[in-house]
């Protein structure tokens, strides 16, 4: 069966620009997270939905960031006037039920963010 | 907050060897599950093995196995029999998160020589 994916793979934006990121998770997955991945560190957690409920953004780093998954599958993290250091790997996860460590969580392939 | 430490940044070995990657943790949880994540170069995450904090014995999968000292909040990785396919990042990570999110230690570069 078809796996997390996260679409684009690759992003090249300008500063100031906006980019949306999109995260198709496992089919009937009710939790999402998103975590950020720096060049040469280990993911830091950003936000975690259970179906279409935002329950925790605390890991969002600003107001810049915003993440919505609408319909409670396919979700999207926007990140609005782009700075240098916004530049990271942008990973989605996805598991079967309610978060727990029981549960596996999948991971997508990444989006590498850049911007110049 | 809950920590993930991994001490070596990057390890090699060569094939057919056994390898030990070293993870510590810190934690007020009572139970908890930790995991070893592998991540080849650029493809995606996934699961090597998982420890629930309440079982006392180690957990193995076919080559991996794990070191668990509950005590010394210690949980090293071991791979025997070392292939060429196992070179990738190996993250450790913990469930901590408030909300079941995964801690993640920075990760050891693994390289399996021929």
């Known amino acids: 069966g078809a796996g997390v994916s996260q679409s684009p793979r690759y992003k090249v934006a300008k500063r100031g620009q906006d980019v949306a990121l999109r995260c198709d998770p496992i089919s009937g997955h009710v939790s999402l997270f998103w975590y950020q991945q720096a060049l040469g560190q280990g993911p830091e957690f950003l936000t975690y939905?259970?179906?279409?409920?935002?329950?925790?953004k605390s890991g969002l780093p600003s107001d810049r960031f915003f993440a919505e998954r609408p319909e409670g599958s396919v979700s999207t993290l926007k990140i609005q006037r782009t700075q240098q250091e916004d530049s990271a790997v942008y990973l989605c996860?996805?598991?079967?039920?309610?978060?727990?460590?029981?549960?596996?969580?999948?991971f997508g392939p990444g989006t590498r963010l850049t911007v110049l | 907050a809950q920590t993930v430490t991994q001490s070596q940044p990057e390890m090699s070995v060569q094939e057919a060897e056994t390898v030990t990657l070293s993870c510590t943790y810190d934690t007020s949880e009572s139970n908890y599950y930790l995991f070893w994540y592998k991540q080849p170069p650029s493809r995606q995450m996934i699961l090597v093995i998982r420890q629930e904090a309440y079982k006392q014995q180690n957990a193995t999968e076919n080559r991996f196995s794990v070191n668990f000292q509950k005590a010394a909040k210690s949980f090293s990785l071991k791979i025997s029999d070392s292939q060429l396919g196992d070179t990738a990042m190996y993250f450790c990570a913990s469930d901590g998160g408030s909300q079941g999110n995964l801690i993640f230690g920075k990760g050891t570069k693994l390289s399996v020589k021929p």
């Open positions: 996860a996805s598991s079967l039920l309610v978060a727990s460590g029981k549960l596996e969580q999948f």
């Open positions: 939905f259970q179906n279409e409920a935002q329950l925790d």
